[in-house]
């Protein structure tokens, strides 16, 4: 399974951005979908998740600015980043977890987008 993230770029502090994750290949059912951050010099982190039936977790840090949505039809899962913050800055990467159709599961990372927020 193929993950193709987009939307990434350059903000401005208090801007936001809408990043896209898109699954293909062989897939059955998709249980959770996420997003992760990694900023330079950190480890990588858990910014959201939302699992089939909707529901979701989020970082404290982003909960109130960030809003994760998937669209089961698409395979795809977006991320809503409203009132950006400088430490917001990162590449985010987008991870799904599932079964694919042999059943075999699959736990599958996209290749990352930039996100710089500017003061």
């Known amino acids: 399974v193929q993950l193709q993230a987009s939307g990434g770029g350059l903000v401005q502090a208090g801007g936001c951005l809408r990043l896209?994750?898109?699954?293909?290949?062989?897939?059955?059912?998709?249980?959770?979908m996420g997003w992760y951050r990694q900023a330079p010099g950190k480890e990588r982190e858990l910014v959201a998740k939302?699992?089939?039936?909707?529901?979701?977790n989020y970082a404290d840090s982003v909960k109130g600015r960030f809003t994760i949505s998937r669209d089961n039809a698409k395979n795809t899962v977006y991320l809503q980043m409203n009132s950006l913050k400088p430490e917001d800055t990162a590449v985010y990467y987008c991870?799904?977890?599932?079964?694919?159709?042999?059943?075999?599961?699959?736990?599958?990372w996209g290749q990352g987008t930039l996100v710089t927020v500017s003061s």
């Open positions: 991870n799904n977890g599932g079964l694919q159709r042999s059943l075999r599961p699959f736990d599958s």
């Open positions: 896209s994750c898109t699954a293909s290949g062989s897939i059955l059912k998709i249980n959770s």
């Open positions: 939302i699992r089939s039936g909707g529901t979701t």
